[in-house]
T-cell receptor, first 114, second 115 residues
Framework: AQSVTQLGSHVSVSEGALVLLRCNYSSSVPPYLFWYVQYPNQGLQLLLK??????LVKGINGFEAEFKKSETSFHLTKPSAHMSDAAEYFC????????????FGTGTSLTVIP | KAGVTQTPRYLIKTRGQQVTLSCSPISGHRSVSWYQQTPGQGLQFLFEYFSETQRNKGNFPGRFSGRQFSNSRSEMNVSTLELGDSALYLCASSRSGTAPNEKLFFGSGTQLSVL
């Protein structure tokens, strides 16, 4: 069975500070990993994804994530937070042989303090 | 290109009633998935439809059901509503649903409140 754990349901950072949102996964097979963002009153949109190849993945809006197999982690970072980054962030994993079935974490709410 | 459209945006029902939610995927997308989102629980997978067939199902009771039409539009039905069914129901579509790394496109959801 697959699962995703997001450490910290709420994270606050100052504008311009580093953003670090943590995600650990559990999977018996090589996983496909994703980060989605949800702005208020909207659906989720894809930030970035890891499938194979380079372990450092760059996404939209200056976000990036690094796949670390030894640590079973896929943490999301951004060097400098912007007010517009305030949102809910979800880490997700899918497995190759289950079609379109994704397992999402419980989410991390990011607050950016001016 | 229009995005994923979910209707209605808000619903208020009472316990014991049933409800039907609708989802129109992006044109050309054939896979439609449904998720339940509640505070503290994140998103939980309900089911996925592809070419009018349910291909995957999550761990929800039989009161939750769905279907997909030939134009890929999908409906989700919840019968005998319980207070715990109050949640944001999200629909997501993807092009083929055959690649596990395929991007999901989400609608804005239907907020269901059960009183």
């Amino acid at each position: 069975a697959q699962s995703v754990t997001q450490l910290g349901s709420h994270v606050s950072v100052s504008e311009g500070a580093l953003v670090l949102l943590r995600c650990n996964y559990s999977s018996s097979v090589p996983p496909y990993l994703f980060w989605y963002v949800q702005y208020p009153n909207q659906g989720l949109q894809l930030l970035l994804k890891y499938t194979t190849g380079a372990t450092l993945v760059k996404g939209i809006n200056g976000f990036e994530a690094e796949f670390k197999k030894s640590e079973t982690s896929f943490h999301l970072t951004k060097p400098s937070a912007h007010m517009s980054d305030a949102a809910e962030y979800f880490c997700a994993v899918s497995q190759g042989n289950t079609g379109n079935q994704f397992y999402f974490g419980t989410g991390t709410s990011l607050t950016v303090i001016p | 290109k229009a995005g994923v459209t979910q209707t209605p945006r808000y619903l208020i029902k009472t316990r014991g009633q049933q409800v039907t939610l609708s989802c129109s995927p992006i044109s050309g997308h054939r896979s439609v998935s449904w998720y339940q989102q509640t505070p503290g629980q994140g998103l939980q997978f309900l089911f996925e439809y592809f070419s009018e067939t349910q291909r995957n199902k999550g761990n929800f009771p039989g009161r939750f059901s769905g279907r997909q039409f030939s134009n890929s539009r999908s409906e989700m039905n919840v019968s005998t509503l319980e207070l715990g069914d109050s949640a944001l129901y999200l629909c997501a579509s993807s092009r083929s649903g055959t690649a596990p790394n395929e991007k999901l496109f989400f609608g804005s959801g239907t907020q269901l409140s059960v009183l």
